[in-house]
């Protein structure tokens, strides 16, 4: 049924992840919450996609599902023609050795007790991809990549900045050069200054290594600059799908017109916009 | 080049100011710099060393045969029941023999009994928390079945039952002399508590963002056990060592005291015990001696242990130094 073509990286078709509801005495299962309820969308290679929606709407839990750290109830995830959901524990690990991931927090992903060059290193040693000295030159150059200084090698996470730690984060993601790179909300947590920064960085990345994004955020002005095609998903599904532009200017779905007056504008407060009472746009 | 080439060069790697001078090193470093301030707790750490000197240095004479005072605790120093003079400090038992000898060489069975037994515990308890932690389901049931099971016998029964099953029992060919039955007995009973901790530590830390990363990059679960989570809630292990510790001195005391630990040599509960029938008669060096032994470990163990917890967990840190 599913037409496969070649240039597509990643392709997830009709995803379901629920969470059971336990109750009582028993942990009877009462219920499911349905975080991801039957998305569908593609990547193509060196292409970025954008999943974007409100807190709570499964966009993480759509992107831990495709790096199976969440266990999907439904549907097919194939990445480079191989299934995922069916992988076995070695194919999943080599799975994962092919796709990177960068994670919202950086404070919390990056173990306190381990240095930065244990930190990028790590995946390196996992996979045996390099020994010895070796993981110390390829860190310093990671590190080098990604705008740090390599002679932070021994230092720890928490003598780091946020947007720096950032960095590291996508030192480690870059360490075993994956293919595709899931980027869950890597700005969200920084200053705006900051935020470029990192979005810049990414985009220099990805012409250098030719890296696939599967980027996650809820600020539409950074997926607008940063992605290719933008998925919007609300309450669990992809509601509206189209190019950055597209979407952005002539968003169809209202939950995604909400979405995008909800971006302030320059000089909008004056025009008293930026404050208004306006009300929730559903509860009309 | 392009205009945000140029930033990313400003975004300038971490300056050495004071304040990063300061929170310099791991957070190991930074929680012993924290620990080395405290000058009780620094006074109380150089009381448990030179117990542990003393036990280290009777064991040395012990092996090589050095004729040291301790070592010659079976002498007699004086008349039986002679009070604490200016020939013998502590006084003399009922056999004549020096009390401060007898105190001394005490310190050799406890600081043993109480190092293997933690030891023993530790090496029982935390690979077991961690794994009934991180795997959780039937894995997780059996683990804390096992140790409800042990907590819910009283510790004093359940350590004299111990001993007596292993005393006199010979393990590999090796026979079990009174000191080891004691510290297995106490080793083999006490794991339940830092099992308990290290498995709740565990399931807090299991849902961790570094945790979800190194599952994300392909890391094994037992890499992910010992090499991230573990390293991260060790210092619990540390604390809860250097607290056991003296809950452990207390337990062969009462072995001792009891006559199910070491017979043939002096310790300080076997001392206490021998009190017992001398206090009637006025006699009270030997139990003085022996008590302000423990009494002295016991509480630089608990001073040194308390300031261990204020300065390693993070928790406290804000709280106690502000």
């Known amino acids: ?284 | 080049m392009s205009e945000h080439r140029h930033i990313i060069k400003t975004d300038a790697p971490p300056t050495s100011s004071v304040e990063d001078r300061s929170r310099g090193g791991g957070l190991w470093r930074d929680g012993l710099r924290r620990l080395g301030r405290r000058k009780l707790a620094m006074a109380c750490l150089a009381v448990i060393i030179l117990y542990f000197l003393l036990a280290g240095f009777i064991h040395l004479a012990e092996l090589f045969d050095w004729p040291v005072g301790p070592m010659r605790w079976q002498e007699e120093a004086g008349k039986s029941y002679s009070p604490p003079g200016s020939k013998n400090i502590f006084g003399t038992d009922m056999f004549g023999q020096s009390v401060l000898r007898k105190t001394l060489y005490g310190a050799k069975i406890s600081i043993t009994v109480a190092l293997c037994a933690s030891l023993i515990s530790i090496a029982i308890g935390v690979p077991l928390g961690a794994i009934a932690g991180y795997f959780r389901g039937f894995t997780d049931d059996v683990i804390v079945w096992i140790y409800s099971t042990l907590s819910s016998i009283p510790y004093i029964l359940l350590i004299l039952a111990f001993t007596v099953v292993l005393r006199d029992r010979s393990i590999f060919g090796h026979k079990l002399a009174g000191i080891t039955a004691v510290y297995l007995a106490i080793g083999l009973t006490s794991w339940v508590g830092v099992c308990r901790l290290i498995r709740g530590e565990v399931i807090k830390h299991k849902d961790r963002g570094y945790v979800q990363a190194a599952l994300s990059y392909g890391c094994g679960r037992w890499r992910i056990i010992f090499r991230h989570i573990l390293p991260n809630v060790f210092h619990v292990v540390i604390i809860d060592f250097s607290l056991r510790f003296v809950a452990f001195v207390h337990a062969e005391v009462i072995l001792s005291f009891l006559g199910l630990g070491e017979t043939n040599n002096p310790s300080w509960g076997a001392m206490i015990n021998d009190a017992r029938m001398e206090l009637s008669r006025g006699v009270w060096w030997q139990m003085v001696a022996a008590t302000a032994a423990i009494f002295v470990l016991s509480l630089a163990l608990n001073i040194f242990g308390d300031a261990l917890r204020d300065s390693l967990d993070p928790k406290l840190r804000i709280t106690r130094e502000s």
């Open chain 1, 1 to 284: 049924m599913r037409e496969k073509r070649d240039n597509h990286l990643l392709e997830v078709e009709n995803l379901r992840t629920y969470f059971p509801i336990k109750k009582g005495l028993l942990r009877r299962t009462v219920g499911y919450v349905k975080a991801v309820d039957g998305i569908s969308f593609a990547v193509k290679k060196a292409q970025t996609l954008g999943l974007v929606g409100e807190s709570g709407c499964g966009k993480t839990t759509a992107a831990r599902s495709i790096v199976r750290l969440t266990d999907a109830r439904a549907g097919s995830i194939v990445f480079g023609q191989r299934d995922v959901l069916s992988a076995g524990a070695e194919e999943l690990r080599r799975l994962r050795r092919e796709i990177g991931m960068v994670f919202q927090d950086s404070y919390s992903s990056l173990n306190p007790r381990m240095t930065i060059g244990d930190i990028v290193g790590e995946p390196l040693k996992v996979h045996r991809a390099a020994a010895g000295s070796e993981v110390t030159e390829r860190v310093a150059e990671l590190l080098k990549k990604v705008g740090l200084s390599p002679e932070h090698i021994n230092r720890y996470p928490h003598e780091f900045s946020a947007g720096q730690r950032q960095r590291i984060g996508l030192a480690r993601a870059l360490a075993l050069k994956p293919k595709l790179v899931i980027c869950d909300e890597p700005v969200s947590a920084l200053d705006v200054s900051i935020q470029s920064q990192i979005l810049n960085l990414l985009k220099d990345l990805q012409e250098e290594f030719g890296l696939t994004y599967l980027f996650i955020a809820h600020d539409l002005a950074v997926v607008e600059f940063f992605c290719d095609i933008v998925a919007v998903m609300y309450m669990g599904r992809i509601v509206e799908r189209g190019s950055a532009r597209q979407v952005y200017r002539n968003p169809l779905h209202p939950y995604t017109k909400a979405l995008i007056s909800a971006i302030p504008q320059a000089g909008a407060a004056r025009r008293g916009r930026f404050f208004s009472n306006r009300s929730c746009f559903f509860a009309k």
